[in-house]
């Protein structure tokens, strides 16, 4: 493995405090019943009870979604009381791109020595899909209620196109073929389904029982709710939206939340179930890709990730993105002339969902995972994000033996 | 005259059960000794309640004021004249209580005055103080103070505190602790010289005086405080929500600290927690130290459960490593602080044990907790606590006191037993039947036999039990779940019934007045004689749980009654409705007067004097003509309608059966019956699924 300095050398994120809820599809579960900032306070309690991590560790806490939730206005400190643990952070938002802003913005909290134990705590619930009620000026209705968690899919002001639009102008330039996306779809669901077989995910996902107002269980969130087994005859057969993609090769809207802690290199070694294990942060950067071409932009930003670090693709161990059009992956590949079958090995968001705001924070607990099975290495996580941008981090897995 | 263990009466200096049999007299007049204490009828001083408008000191105000004012004791009640009016805010239980005629008395009975802190109120001296409680705040000079002011201005005062926690050598009074809630509960630990006079007063008075040794904090506090610390330290390494950790000590022991917390009211009951902690762990060490969740609650009088708005959405359901880990850290230190108490001697065993459960909701005291898991495993539960908080092990730890766990002073902590060499007196400790009773009462039976007494009265002990309520009904919460259970509670406490009517050539129970409910009822109904004081009522209220009473009331009583009130045994089984004792005399009590005329009765009986009672022989055939129906007033729901059908069914079936195959019979039907989908929507069936099913 090749040496190059991290970007935030006091920062690590400990091995096996993580957690994240699963993945149920819009108004599949009892998360359509409660609300989502009070669930993930709490979740992230039992996560970190689980983990044998007391609460009374944590220092700070940054929030991140990207949906209109009840009290959304007291932000991380509300959440924070959720958990029984009144400490003070914020929330940070920024679409799809949510989770690892928020992992990147503790290991900042933290490498510049505000903070010693940070937790990332990223949640969304689609299914709310907000009946926001905003007295826009401009509005030709005033003080209208705006489903607007949906329209944001369908309309990008700044282009006033819609993002599936981008996946198909995406397809159109990188001349993508649709046989190939299928078969990338196809791939991507054995992917998730042996992860799932081995027992990979129970690592990484934590079955939580909902309760209902009076005390009783309202239903246990113990599944990906709503991801179906597709064939190849079905992925052909579906009905092209846009360019390459079908509903069988994008997203779908999904609820829940997932969590890490981010520490120092000493706290780490304490808190972590595996001290031997260490995590540190590399590099991470931005790109904002031409209008309407979404797909593009994690591909840029990994090229400028890499160039900035002195790394090559060929130096990650694991790469994982957040990928809500199966375009993305083809895009990518071609890029950087890599196999696609040589990513996502645990399964994607494009088969498990896309809540926003926890889906990077699930994808970088899985990588890391990944990476920890494999015995380190470096992790290559990215993604793209409403407004054309692309998001890449690089983590760096290193275990080192018993050092307590 | 030998006893089992030191009855529990002893140690308020008002001697033995026994005696009071054999002098055919209470230890105490009511009259004599609020005379001793307040003076004479027409130069009664009155009782100062200092703080009265506090928690405690209104509380105490009411329960005093209503058991003084009928002896003409005036209660005058002593506070800053910015408190809020505590005593106030009482009226409106007091009115529930009492009706308006009688709680109008009890608040006219009371004298309010305000004082400066500093300097008494003139009107004071008019009114004559005789006894001062003090429930000012936890403070200790400016308690030292107050007395010094009482002492300068009424020499001869009796002074009693009700600290929270301060021992009485420090204050230099002594000292009277209630437990909570302070209008009802009838605790008092006491701190006195010897058997004094505050805790003959209480005893008089209908009250339970505990004489406690003169330690830092109290029994009730080193448990509740105690539990609270356990739970806090299981919620620090857990992260499981306070609310949840309710649910789990209650399911293990039976009390939810934090939910009594917030409904004593958080901020007070908060600081006195952590105050009592606080200076246990100075004396103690760490085994008591306040967590700082505990610390920063008492600054702040956050409650623990959540606001209603914010009513959990997240379970906490244990694994069995989760639910070890708890079991560790919750009752490695109440074993633990239990064995502290024990090595200094802080009360008698059954003092210990009662507290829990009248004052701190323990299903079983802790001593029978103790005793239940033995003496090895409750060692290697607080060996196993250390493991996970290492600087308790340093201090206050005393295993060696389990080696007592064999002790009658341990084994009987509800049932004692005396004898004069020839009548014994079995005494029931308990309100309530439970498994533990029926053990102990076994072996009481076993003591006396043993002891070749053939003579035996059963009663209460004058203490504990100021009333007999029936069988603990969380001892169902398994047989609704499996009948084989209940088949075996219900066979076995009968065996355990029976004996008392086959074992002795003379027994007589007593029901010592209030009330004798249940499976008290019919445990007692087996004795040859069944004597009442005429204040009691008795009644058999199983049909309102609904279940069917298992311990031979479903016959027994039938076949000692004559055939023309075989109505009235129905009326009382199949309505539930409690009826005065003395409505019962000649078919299933068979002497009531007051307790002038009955203790020399049961004397008489149980030393075969000339009593003049005929004995209700028992008939040990099949019974026939049950009535099919009688008159009944409409059932109060759908499964009391249903129960009455069972119990119907039982009383024919247990009757028409001879007294030898009887308890099988019975003891089917109750537990068909208690597993059955009517017991399970009842009260039980509830109660159980709430408690176990978490």
Known sequence: ?404 | MKSMRQPTLETLGLGTVLEIFQRGKLPLETGDIVDQVFGPSDSRGSLVISGANGIVGAGKTMQLGSRLSPFGVRIVGLDFPDAPDGIGRQYPGLLRAFGRERAGQIMSNIIRLSYDGKNLPSELKGLRPAFLLEAIPEILEIKKKHYQVFRDTFPGIEIRSVTSGFPSSQLGVGIAHPSFPHEINKVWETVEQEPGIAGKLFWSLGLIPVPVSDDWSFVLDVLFCGLTSAALRFHRASNVPYWRIDKYVRRLLGPNPFRAHDAIGAKGANFLTWSCLHDLTEKYGKLFEPTPELVKRKETGQNWYPLNHARPVINWRFDEEENQLFESWVLGPIIQMTSLMLHESRAHFSHINAIGELCAQFRRGIMAVIRGLGADEAIKKVESYHRLHKDAANAAWYPDVFAQIESNAWQQLYVNAEHDGTVGVITLGRESYNSDVNAELNRAIDWLKAERIDRVIVTGDFHFSTQMVGADTSEFYPAVEDPSIGLAISTNWSKTARRLYHEFKVSVAYINGKRCLGGMLELLMHCHYLVAADDATVGMPEVTLPVIPGMEGCHWPLRKAPRENWPKILQLLLTGRSVPADKTVGWLTDFVGSSAETLPVVWKIATGGDHGLEPRPLAEGGLSGIPAEINLPPADSPSMTAARKAILACIRESCETPLADAIAVQARHSADFMSSRDCRKGMIGTEANKVMNI
Not at chain 1, 192 to 218: C, H, K, M, T
Not at chain 1, 336 to 351: A, I, S
């Open chain 1, 1 to 404: 493995m090749k040496d190059v300095a991290p970007m935030f050398p006091r920062a690590r994120i400990p091995y096996g405090t993580w957690g994240s809820s699963f993945f149920p599809a819009w108004q599949t579960s009892a998360l359509a019943e409660v609300n989502i900032g009070q669930f993930a306070g709490e979740a992230m309690n039992r996560i970190l009870g689980l983990r044998k991590i007391p609460k009374s560790e944590l220092e700070y806490l940054i929030i991140g979604s990207t949906i209109p939730w009840h009290w959304k206005f007291w932000n991380a400190p509300l959440v924070a009381s959720y958990l029984d643990h009144r400490i003070a952070g914020y929330h940070l938002e920024q679409a799809c791109a949510t989770g690892l802003q928020a992992i990147v913005a503790a290991g900042a909290e933290v490498d510049g020595g505000a903070q010693d134990v940070v937790g990332v705590l990223t949640f969304d619930r689609t299914s709310d899909s907000p009946a926001g009620v905003f007295p826009e000026r401009r509005s030709y209705e005033r003080t209208m209620v705006l489903s607007d968690v949906w329209d944001n899919f369908g309309f990008d002001p700044a282009t006033g196109k819609a993002m599936i639009a981008c996946a198909g102008q995406g397809a159109r330039k990188y001349h993508c073929d649709r046989r190939e996306v299928d078969e990338l779809a196809l791939h991507r669901y054995d992917q998730y389904f042996r992860a799932r077989a081995s027992g990979f995910l129970d690592r990484v996902l934590v079955p939580l029982e909902v309760l209902n107002i009076q005390g009783r269980v309202l239903g246990t969130v113990d599944d990906d709710l709503g991801i179906r087994k597709v064939d190849a005859a079905s992925l052909r057969a579906m009905f092209e939206l846009d360019t390459c993609v079908t509903a069988g090769t994008q997203t779908h809207a999904s609820d829940g939340m997932a969590t890490l802690l981010v520490t120092t290199r000493e706290r780490a070694v304490e808190l972590s179930t595996r001290p031997e294990i260490e995590i540190q942060f590399i590099g991470k950067t931005d790109v904002r890709a031409d209008p309407s071409l979404m797909p593009e932009a994690p591909a840029l930003a990994v090229k400028k990730l890499l160039d900035r670090v002195g790394l090559t693709i060929d130096d990650m161990a694991v790469l994982k993105n957040h990928n809500p059009f199966a375009v993305n992956d083809v895009i990518f590949a071609k890029y950087f002339d890599f196999d696609w079958r040589k990513m996502n090995n645990t399964g994607c968001p494009l088969v498990w969902g896309h809540p926003q705001g926890p889906t990077l924070t699930r994808v970088t607990i899985e990588a890391l995972e990944e990476a920890v099975d494999l015995g380190g290495g470096y992790v290559l996580v990215f993604g793209c994000a409403a407004g054309d941008v692309g998001i890449a981090a690089i983590f760096r897995v290193t275990d080192g033996g018993d050092r307590r």
